[in-house]
């Protein structure tokens, strides 16, 4: 019998959700967007019903597209979403509050007590935890909002409640739990000393302790969803993990020497080793927490085409026949390499990675009169791959060499802007058939396990068609160079001016 699986990807901005066959063609597409809202500064909140509201609303279209004996033949859906975006909930699963984002900044005091603890098992995460994790919010919950947090059954995340809304079953991913909720496989999972230490000593009783691996059983579809929707009763949902972290399965990074970089408004760095590498300026290295035996690395970048869109609204370039970009697409080519001496630090939101310094600056460095608008948005195209490179750099300083890198998100369409990625960074990119990678990932992740191919890695060889592959011009890498180095050396003469 033919075989159908479902990705649900829960974004920032929305739900993307996709039915895949088993050679990785897109059967159905469809995606919905939400609202955030900003209640304080630096906070950041979603309606948790705002997205079961959306998800119900694709399978209504998707019903209506395929049709019962289509939506039958959906042998399990995968789930990815935005980490950590946490909320308590009653014994119902019925939400107690809005949730709070993962970018949402109001558990900073939570996230400098737990560093200060300097607890062995940050050695697991980068040696530092964030703000944006599980646990300071959950800590915030405890220590702001007393009778909520004293009241609720769980505190959980968009992926725990989802999965719940799906098949009424609570479980946690590992994959989750290990990058953002300070759990250790390796270690025996959870060090009940740290959490005493921190203040959260109930954590067993407010956390979903259940933890599955990606790719594990959660349960049977709920048979009123099963009715309403047409899916089998047989239909199992199977657990997911971080959107970004999943689509390193729809990109097929699952091997070491392959970098996954997701190239949206921020940008994702991600790559597996099968050793634990000692190296500062990541997250992690994260212990299995995508594939048994393997050791995430994640870099960073903060601001990357939100810089774009930062530029087109403050130099008001106009559209072009419905095209916001039109007018910049060809800027590379008219600016030589260097932008007449124009350097520019990608830092207008500070560093993830490799300086993990919240208190880095943007600058325009170099101005004279004779530059343009066009000189500082080469000046911005090229921060933002000396960034990459950057964090490249880093990797392959402590000894992890990437052969390769795959990419997907809106910057792939730019190809002016690929080939000066590829050539500042020496490294092939390579763009695969379908760039949504976090849906088709959970698809991917969906067909394996024995529900369509015995492995993770034979479903994305399957699966995942690459497109195009952009070589670098090495000789341009090697011009670029001295550009990279005045790059670097921006930001070291500077770092102590940012933090006044």
Not at 109 to 115: C, G, L, T, V, Y
Not at 116 to 142: N, Q, R
Not at 149 to 157: D, H, N, P, Q, R
Request: a negative charge; charged letters at 25%.
């Amino acid at each position: 019998m033919e075989a159908y699986f479902m990705g649900i990807d829960t974004g920032t901005q929305g739900v993307r959700v996709a039915v895949s066959n088993k050679e990785g063609v897109l059967l159905f597409e469809e995606e919905k967007k939400w609202e955030t809202l900003f209640p304080k500064k630096g906070w950041a909140e979603q309606n948790p019903l705002d997205w079961w509201d959306a998800i119900s609303g694709i399978f209504e279209d998707a019903l209506a597209g395929l049709g019962r004996e289509q939506m039958k033949k959906i042998r399990a859906v995968c789930v990815c979403a935005t980490s950590s975006t946490v909320f308590p909930v009653d014994r119902d699963g019925r939400p107690l509050r809005n949730a709070m984002m993962w970018m949402d900044a109001r558990s900073r005091k939570e996230m400098d007590a737990i560093n200060e603890t300097k607890h062995p098992v940050l050695d697991y995460c980068g040696k530092e935890t964030s703000f944006e994790w599980m646990i300071p919010k959950a800590l915030w919950l405890k220590h702001h909002e007393p009778e909520i947090y004293g009241s609720c059954y769980k505190i959980v995340e968009q992926l725990d409640w989802i999965n719940y809304q799906l098949c009424g079953e609570w479980s946690s991913s590992i994959c989750n739990t290990t990058c953002k909720w300070n759990y250790v496989a390796s270690l025996g999972g959870y060090q009940r000393d740290f959490f005493e230490q921190i203040g959260f000593e109930d954590y067993e009783e407010k956390l979903v302790m259940r933890v599955d691996k990606i790719g594990d059983t959660v349960g049977s579809i709920r048979l009123e969803l099963a009715e309403k929707y047409g899916f089998s009763e047989e239909m199992e949902v199977v657990q997911g993990g971080i959107d970004a972290h999943m689509a390193m399965f729809g990109l097929d990074v699952l091997r070491p020497g392959k970098l996954g970089i997701i190239m949206g408004t921020s940008f994702v760095h991600l790559c597996l080793s099968d050793k634990k590498p000692d190296m500062p300026g990541i997250w992690g290295p994260y212990d299995s927490a995508v594939l048994d035996g393997m050791w995430l690395l994640e870099g960073g970048q903060i601001s990357a085409s939100g810089l774009v869109n930062w530029f087109r609204k403050n130099f008001h370039i106009p559209e072009e026949n419905g095209n916001p970009y039109a007018k910049l697409l060809d800027i590379p080519e008219r600016i030589p390499i260097g932008a007449d001496g124009l350097t520019v630090l990608d830092f207008f939101q500070g560093n993830r990675t490799p300086y993990k310094d919240a208190g880095a600056k943007g600058v325009i460095f170099g101005l004279n009169i004779r530059h343009t608008w066009e000189h500082i948005y080469r000046a911005v195209l090229e921060a933002v791959s000396y960034g990459t490179y950057n964090i490249i750099c880093n990797y392959e300083k402590y000894g992890y060499m990437v052969d390769m890198i795959t990419a997907c998100g809106g910057v792939t369409k730019d190809g002016q802007w690929m080939q000066m990625i590829s050539d500042i960074t020496g490294k092939p990119i390579t763009v695969n058939r379908n760039s949504q990678a976090g849906a088709l990932g959970c698809c991917v992740v969906s067909a394996a396990q024995g529900r369509g191919y015995e492995s993770f890695q034979e479903a994305a060889a399957h699966m995942v068609v690459p497109k195009k592959v952009i070589y670098p011009d090495m000789e341009k890498h090697r011009d670029y160079e001295p550009y990279f180095q005045k790059y670097l050396d921006l930001y070291r003469n500077l770092k102590d001016f940012m933090h006044q």
